[in-house]
């Protein structure tokens, strides 16, 4: 099987499908240009699939945890409550 981009999708995609044991060739058009990951955050819909696969325990206890946020210097937000874990704040 074939997947086309190596991004996010593409490789969370051919991870499940190589887990599945299909063989998995990834095509990826940047031969050149970095393919490292733009995010600066993990959002908690990407933990929750992360976690389905078990990679999620990792990554909270490697990543670092974010206590506010201030988006567009008027919006502030506390996440100082939510648990460093995997759990649903
Ligand atoms: C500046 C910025 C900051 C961001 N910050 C965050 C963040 O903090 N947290 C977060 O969760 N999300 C963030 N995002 C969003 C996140 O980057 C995207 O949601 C995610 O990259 C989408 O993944 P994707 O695999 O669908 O697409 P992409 O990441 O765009 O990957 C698609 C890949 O397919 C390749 N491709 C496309 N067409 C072809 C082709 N015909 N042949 C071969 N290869 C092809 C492309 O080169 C690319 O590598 C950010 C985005 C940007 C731009």
Do not use: K, W, Y
Request: proline letters at 3%.
């Amino acid at each position: 099987m074939v997947v086309v981009g190596a991004g996010p999708t593409g490789l969370m995609l051919a991870g499940d499908l190589a887990e599945a044991g299909v063989v998995v060739t990834v095509l990826e058009r940047r031969a050149d240009e970095s393919n490292v990951t733009r995010a600066f955050a993990v959002h908690a819909r990407t933990m929750e699939e992360l976690e389905i696969r078990g990679l999620a325990g990792e990554l909270a206890r490697t990543g670092t945890p974010i206590r506010a946020l201030r988006l567009f210097d008027r919006v502030q937000i506390d996440l100082s409550r939510c648990p460093v874990s995997t759990d649903h704040c």
